[in-house]
Each structure stands twice: as C-alpha cells, then as structure tokens.
C-alpha cells in the first residue's frame, strides 16, 4: 500500500486560500488518476475534485467548482488542491486518495470506491 501524507491545513477565515499537499511515492506516482474528498462532521465523505493520471483533464465537485483547483507536481510526486474563496461550508477533514481500481474512462472518479490508497486526512476550518 502506498503511503500518502496530505498537509497544508489550517483555520482560516470565510473568503481566504490555503493549498492542501500530498506527497506520494515516486513509483506509483503517474500510474493511477488522484483525487480529493473531504468528510464533514455528522455527514458522508463527499468528491471534492480529480485529476487524470496523464494531468490533462480535472474534474470538480459542483459545490468548489471556479473556486478550488486540483494539480499535481510530477517531480516532486505531489497533489495540489488549491483553495480560494473558502466558505464555512468547506470546514472539513480532508483526504487525498489515489484511484488504484481505475481502469477506464468508463469508470467514475466521484466515487470513493474508485480510490485504494487514501491520505491520514487534513483539516480545514473556516470561520466566519
């Protein structure tokens, strides 16, 4: 199983930015698409956003989309989830997984199923 370590979160006030990181292992690194959930106290972890092994195409949770941004740093074997223009509504633990069950365009990256590999999870509060 590979190990991720996700880091990058905080308190901070409704409307400001933070950029949650995961740092992977080199190896598996370009083999599967990565993503980001995220789990509120009291409900289900919901997608937050994804993106393909190759990079090339993202995808967004309707509630972040236009405000937080998904990228990866291959060098370095990271994820990137940048937030802008936070919420309240975002206040969350937040996971990096990598989609180790994805086999084709056919399969859905929303679904935590799709993910083998998860992240010890990050938090982020957002006060008003």
């Known amino acids: 199983q590979v190990q991720l370590v996700a880091s990058g979160g905080g308190l901070v006030q409704a409307g400001g930015s933070l950029r949650l990181s995961c740092a992977a292992s080199k190896r598996t690194f370009t083999l599967y698409p990565w993503g980001w959930f995220r789990q509120a106290p009291g409900k289900e972890r919901e997608f937050v956003a994804a993106?393909?092994?190759?990079?090339?195409?993202?995808y967004y949770a309707d509630s972040v989309k236009g405000r937080f941004t998904i990228s990866r740093d291959v060098a370095k074997s990271t994820v990137y989830l940048q937030m802008n223009n936070l919420e309240e509504e975002d206040t969350a633990v937040y996971y990096c997984?990598?989609?180790?069950?994805?086999?084709?365009?056919?399969?859905?990256?929303?679904?935590?199923?799709?993910?083998?590999?998860w992240g010890q999870g990050t938090q982020v509060t957002v006060s008003s």
């Open positions: 993106i393909a092994w190759t990079g090339s195409n993202t």
């Open positions: 997984a990598q989609a180790t069950k994805y086999r084709s365009r056919s399969y859905d990256l929303r679904l935590a199923a799709m993910y083998g590999d």
